[in-house]
């Protein structure tokens, strides 16, 4: 092992690899190697400037190494200190990570040349195991962590599963339709830890042992922290990759939408509605095939033929108009050649030239290219923005394969397997970046997937179409409050879910109510689902076009009967009542990157019984929410941290530090006011 001190940075060198372990922000590190001659260069989410400060470096000379007994004496030893993290290497090049010299994360390794401690093995299992790509120039990387005894782990995005504490998980590091890839942890050890590429893989928290792999990469890069806190650690971390614009205060309120508004006309009445029954909807959403084909993006003009004159009268009424994007291309569509010829597709490795089958033969947009992102927007801004839509629903923005075979796409300058994850990234900074340029206000589009920093582009994004059953409720909070804990506070749900068969069926609308309760204390309200029973005509027979395709029953708050409208409307109410509230939470999310909606720990971390805690949270500092996840449930039991805790239902004050049983009728969830 040959140890170098480059200008602060810790340069080691054995077996072909060389690894670089610098100062990267406040008491942070990051930690790059490669088989490569050079690194790529490549920052990946990595995209703010930090303060340029030089790591206190201390190579030892075999005979001088007196520390961690994991470390043979005998050996050289290098360490590599900013603030109060440091990084020891030893002479096989297995890491230890230490915060304020206590030991937090160290690399996993079991070969010959062991361990003082564990003793020589002949396991040949090493800390970074790098394996060519057969027929290619990139390897796959396997890197080995030991597992900490009794660590709680929360964060790396949106997974449709039941656990908060991800300790035993395994995780695949790939985007899907409701599965975002956002590759940031909090560790209850007082760490962050953000795996720095985009590659296609996995991550599994054993008990035995850590293991993160990437299938095709050119590099290993991780970036760590230490803090005390959570909420520190968010902060640290997103010094780094970007915190959310400020989010406008027009759009605080509600989102209407629903699969799917066919007419020019049918929006118009929706809106003029909600107007006549005196609710400020501050959004409305025109769905998918509004286009005569995918890749088009423009109106059908059967049914939409005067769209200025309808964004108009929306914006007379205050509502702002948000309209679906998709990177598909059909190739029916005049656009698909022309883009073809020019390389601004998807490139797939072997097969048919297709990657989306959804009513059409299509290929997706590569915006990797930014020769892509140009085409698309110049289309969009003359046939969307110009006419005066507001915003982009850019759904499918996975994209969403027709089946996941990451080996077989390409993408501009490099495979899928290298930087998939990336796609809805820059998939979004196709409009956020021309956007932001004409400075008419703070974007916000919407989107299905994110990756690491895609909070700093204006993406609301929303956990995908997941089914109407009160288990899938049960996994959005989950994963409502671990994607907040990976950096990404502007985040929401279809109300409801989204497949619904029968909007009539009761238990249906038992569970609506309780999904809108939650989403009132949550970052967006917003309307949506795939209503059925599909009884409803399409409105011709064309195979394409915005007429043909099948909608669902009406969304609208009224739309559920008397009873449910009531208590909808009542928590309209309480969602306008907090709008100076929800302000405040979002110059939060701005100023220091915390979510809207927060683990337990999040504002106790001193607390606990508050790390174990998953089917309460807390809307900021402020409010403790008790959603209620069984059908006719009208009880439930409710933790409260110490402090004075007001029911907001009778205004009851209740001592913390115990468990309370509340009453939970049909129109109350369980609210806590937190007294000062």
């Keep these: 092992m040959i140890f170098q001190n480059e200008k602060g940075a810790l340069i080691a060198k054995h077996r072909g690899e060389t690894l670089r372990i610098e100062p990267w922000g406040r008491d942070s590190l990051r930690i790059r190697a490669t088989m490569f001659p050079a690194f790529s260069g490549r920052d990946w989410a990595l995209t703010e400037p930090v303060a340029k400060t030089a790591g206190e470096v201390t190579v030892y000379k075999p005979e001088e190494w007196k520390g961690d007994p994991f470390i043979p004496d005998g050996n050289p030893v290098a360490v590599i200190r900013?603030?109060?993290?440091?990084?020891?290497?030893?002479?096989?090049?297995?890491?230890?990570?230490?915060?304020?010299?206590?030991?937090?994360?160290?690399?996993?390794?079991?070969?010959?040349?062991?361990?003082?401690?564990?003793?020589?093995?002949?396991?040949?299992?090493t800390n970074r195991e790098w394996k060519g790509v057969i027929g290619g120039s990139n390897y796959a990387l396997t890197v080995r962590f030991d597992a900490n005894e009794g660590e709680k782990l929360y964060g790396m995005g949106q997974y449709q599963q039941p656990y908060l504490d991800l300790k035993g998980n395994v995780i695949e590091l790939a985007q899907r339709n409701s599965q975002n890839s956002v590759p940031f942890l909090v560790s209850s050890l007082g760490y962050g830890m953000l795996w720095n590429n985009p590659a296609v893989g996995r991550v599994m928290f054993g008990k035995n042992m850590t293991e993160w792999t990437a299938r095709s990469t050119k590099d290993l890069?991780?970036?760590?922290?230490?803090?005390?806190?959570?909420?520190?650690?968010?902060?640290?971390?997103?010094?780094?990759?970007?915190?959310?614009?400020?989010?406008?205060?027009?759009?605080?309120?509600?989102?209407?939408c629903k699969l799917r508004y066919r007419t020019q006309a049918e929006v118009l009445s929706v809106a003029r509605a909600y107007?006549?029954?005196?609710?400020?909807?501050?959004?409305?959403?025109?769905?998918?095939?509004?286009?005569?084909?995918?890749?088009?993006?423009?109106?059908?003009?059967?049914?939409?033929?005067?769209?200025?004159?309808?964004?108009?009268?929306?914006?007379s009424m205050g509502i702002k108009v948000i309209v679906s994007?998709?990177?598909?291309?059909?190739?029916?569509?005049?656009?698909?050649?022309?883009?073809?010829e020019q390389g601004l597709l998807i490139?797939?490795?072997?097969?048919?030239?297709?990657?989306y089958d959804y009513q059409g033969d299509c290929v997706e947009i590569d915006p990797f290219n930014p020769a892509t992102r140009e085409y698309v927007w110049n289309i969009c801004k003359k046939n969307y923005y110009d006419l005066g839509i507001d915003a982009f629903w850019l759904d499918n923005s996975e994209p969403d394969y027709g089946v996941y075979d990451f080996e077989n796409y390409r993408y501009y300058d490099m495979p899928a397997l290298q930087?998939?994850?990336?796609?809805?990234?820059?998939?979004?900074?196709?409009?956020?970046?021309?956007m932001s340029k004409l400075g008419d206000g703070t974007v916000v589009n919407l989107l299905r997937s994110c990756w690491a920093g895609s909070q700093k582009y204006g993406n609301v994004v929303w956990s995908g179409d997941v089914p109407s059953t009160f288990q899938a409720f049960y996994e959005q909070v989950q994963a409502g409050l671990n994607i907040g804990l990976a950096g990404i506070p502007w985040w929401t749900t279809d109300i409801g879910g989204f497949m619904t068969d029968d909007v009539n069926d009761p238990d249906f609308r038992e569970l609506l109510i309780r999904w809108y309760q939650f989403a009132t204390y949550s970052a967006v309200l917003r309307m949506h689902g795939d209503r059925g029973p599909?009884?409803?005509?399409?409105?011709?027979?064309?195979?394409?076009?915005g007429g043909y395709l099948h909608t669902g029953q009406p969304n609208e708050l009224w739309s559920y009967g008397e009873d449910n409208y009531r208590i909808m409307k009542k928590y309209y109410d309480i969602r306008i009542g907090m709008h100076d509230y929800i302000k405040k939470l979002y110059e939060e999310a701005h100023t220091d990157g915390s979510p809207l909606i927060r683990t337990m720990f999040y504002e106790f971390p001193g607390d606990a019984k508050c790390w174990d805690i998953q089917d309460q949270y807390m809307f900021g500092d402020r409010y403790l929410c008790a959603p209620v996840f069984t059908l006719h449930a009208v009880k439930r039991?409710?933790?409260?941290?110490?402090?004075?805790?007001?029911?907001?239902?009778?205004?009851?004050?209740?001592?913390?530090?115990?468990?309370?049983?509340?009453?939970?009728?049909?129109?109350?969830?369980?609210?806590?006011?937190?007294?000062?």
């Design 419 to 434: 930087c998939s994850n990336m796609y809805p990234q820059l998939y979004s900074r196709t409009f956020y970046d021309p």
């Design 325 to 340: 994007v998709w990177p598909s291309v059909d190739r029916r569509s005049g656009n698909f050649y022309p883009m073809q």
């Design 275 to 315: 107007q006549k029954e005196g609710i400020k909807i501050d959004q409305i959403v025109i769905d998918f095939f509004h286009w005569p084909l995918q890749g088009d993006w423009t109106f059908d003009t059967k049914y939409w033929p005067d769209v200025k004159a309808m964004t108009d009268e929306l914006h």
């Design 82 to 125: 900013n603030g109060r993290i440091s990084a020891v290497v030893n002479f096989a090049g297995v890491i230890s990570l230490y915060k304020d010299d206590s030991l937090i994360l160290r690399e996993y390794y079991r070969a010959y040349g062991g361990t003082i401690s564990r003793g020589s093995r002949c396991l040949k299992l």
């Design 347 to 355: 490139k797939t490795e072997r097969g048919s030239d297709q990657t």
């Design 637 to 676: 039991d409710v933790y409260l941290p110490a402090g004075k805790w007001q029911l907001t239902s009778t205004g009851e004050v209740f001592e913390g530090g115990q468990t309370v049983h509340v009453d939970a009728p049909i129109d109350y969830m369980p609210v806590f006011c937190k007294l000062q």
């Design 534 to 545: 599909y009884n409803i005509p399409p409105l011709d027979e064309r195979e394409r076009g």
């Design 221 to 256: 890069d991780y970036w760590i922290t230490v803090q005390d806190t959570p909420k520190e650690i968010l902060k640290a971390y997103t010094e780094v990759t970007g915190r959310a614009p400020m989010f406008p205060e027009d759009r605080m309120g509600l989102w209407q």
